[in-house]
Nanobody
């Protein structure tokens, strides 16, 4: 079955950096667009970033543009989210997602906490 496993979350001070990873299995990774969403306490899940199947196209939420970078390695079946200049409002559970042809899969999430 399809599995998406996120890692790399943790506690960081404002201004710091974290790199999230998502390891995918059970799917033809290079056929899926990949993305990251996040959910803060008491708020709805929101889009953070996405990357096309080849990695040639990326998209970001306005709130993270210039600070976060999404990338993928199709040889390793992995997608990454480099997060710099983190702010307390970036706190939340970060989810990896894979989508193609109407199918969507989600990971269990990894907690990111940014202290002020």
């Amino acid at each position: 079955q399809v599995q998406l496993v996120e890692s790399g979350g943790g506690l960081v001070q404002a201004g710091g950096s974290l790199r999230l990873s998502c390891a995918a299995s059970g799917l033809t990774f290079s056929s899926y667009n990949m993305g990251w969403f996040r959910q803060a306490p008491g708020k709805e899940r929101e889009f953070v970033a996405s990357i096309s199947r080849s990695g040639s196209s990326t998209s970001y939420a306005d709130s993270v543009k210039g600070r976060f970078t999404i990338s993928r390695d199709n040889a390793k079946n992995a997608v990454y989210l480099q997060m710099n200049s983190l702010q307390p409002e970036d706190t939340g559970v970060y989810y990896c997602t894979a989508g193609a042809s109407g199918n969507a899969y989600w990971g269990q999430g990894t907690q990111v906490t940014v202290s002020s």
